[in-house]
């Protein structure tokens, strides 16, 4: 089977699934836009950067024309490719694979692929929890239900991913899963015991103390303050927890000030490269996700994945798959820091094996993935002469 990938730039979670797919299937993935070292400032990180990973080797790929004004995926016009229409007949795929219907060119690309009989399939995590305004959502109320069904299977992530589709009555038996995963060997293995004793010691961090991982963006919506004040309250009741934060943005200044304040010791990392971050994850002891709104949370994914557990708040999406259940998670509602900090003086208190952690982490694999995406193909692809 040829399957096409169309999908906005090339994304550090995404190269490792594609090369998983490429041992098991004919894969060509376009990229509508190359983003810039300042471009990955603007999207938040807080700094220009490029990924220290291989993130297009192992797979073939191009990447299409873009021709939009304001070039980049942070905006539906930023990704404008009207040649994908012509990518797509040229290649005589057997079927499409877009991730998501955010931006024009993966419309673009639907609409191609409808006019060429060309099989269209779609993989995101958009959840109904996600804040929307009354207005927008009576909209899609109308629209979605038909408009989904131009695609012929529909792969959900998670669970808030297959309630998106279920609550659009999009038909079950299109349905297939392939959930959200990280290379958790490339995690695993980097995560050692001497990383941890390293880093802990570079940051003058004991090796018994209690420390709670924030990973993310500085930035409002993942609410990054509530980790320094549920962690004052634990000192408070005498657990001498620490925070060591691996990101940057606009609220450093804030946590910095509000720390001092609550006389929480803060290490801030700043932005940590992706073969930085096993050590940083095998250096805490837990890591937190305090989102409003997360559409998933990719590093509770690899913090899992080097035996790490999480505590989530319910407004991230991947709270009842990754953390919901058994001992290497646990959820409280969004916005209350008493609940967060509750939830970690229990984590502290019983905290559970790595293995348990690893477990949960390998439910959510590449194979996994992969497994989902070719079941799909088989169950859509058209058949070449």
């Not at 798959?321 to 208190?349: H, I, K, M, N, Q």
Request: charged share 20%.
């Amino acid at each position: 089977m040829r399957l096409a990938v169309v999908t906005s730039h090339p994304i550090q979670y995404y190269a490792p699934l594609f090369r998983t797919l490429a041992e098991r299937l004919d894969l060509h993935v376009f990229f509508a836009h190359r983003a810039t070292p300042e471009q990955q400032a603007a999207a938040g990180f807080g700094t220009a950067f490029d990924w220290d990973v291989d993130l297009a080797s192992g797979y073939a790929h191009s990447f299409l024309r873009n021709v939009a004004a304001d070039p980049g995926p942070h905006h539906f016009a930023g990704c404008d490719t009207p040649e994908v229409g012509a990518r797509l007949a040229e290649g005589r795929f057997d079927a499409v694979l877009l991730l998501g219907w955010h931006l024009k060119s993966l419309l673009q690309a639907l609409l191609a692929a409808k006019r060429q009989g060309l099989p269209a399939m779609v993989r995101g995590d958009s959840q109904l929890q996600t804040p929307r305004s009354p207005l927008k959502r009576l909209v899609k109320e109308a629209a979605y239900p038909v408009f989904l069904r131009r695609f012929d299977a529909a792969l959900y992530v998670g669970a808030r991913s297959r309630a998106y589709y279920e609550h659009y009555r999009y038909p079950a038996e299109r349905l297939f899963f392939s959930p959200h995963c990280v290379d958790n060997a490339f995690f695993a293995e980097r995560a050692t015991p001497q990383a941890r004793a390293d880093l802990r010691a570079r940051l003058g961090v004991a090796p018994q103390t209690p420390l709670v991982l924030f990973a993310g963006k500085l930035i409002d919506v993942k609410r990054p303050l509530d980790v320094v004040e549920a962690v004052a309250r634990l000192r408070a009741q005498g657990v001498p927890a620490e925070v060591m934060v691996a990101g940057s943005g606009a609220l450093e200044g804030p946590m910095r000030e509000r720390a001092a304040r609550l006389a929480t010791p803060l290490h801030l990392l700043g932005f940590q490269n992706q073969s930085a971050m096993p050590a940083v994850y095998g250096a805490s002891d837990v890591l937190v996700l305090p989102s409003a709104s997360e559409t998933w949370g990719l590093v509770c994914n690899e913090a899992l994945a080097c035996g790490r557990p999480i505590v989530v708040s319910s407004g991230v999406g991947c709270a009842e798959d990754l953390a919901g259940e058994g001992p290497a998670g646990r959820v409280y509602p969004v916005g209350e820091v008493p609940a967060l900090a509750d939830a970690l003086g229990a984590t502290f208190a019983g905290p559970p094996a790595a293995a348990a952690a690893v477990e949960r982490a390998a439910r959510y694999s590449l194979a996994a993935a992969a497994d989902g995406v070719l079941a799909a193909v088989r169950a859509v692809g058209r058949s070449r002469p």
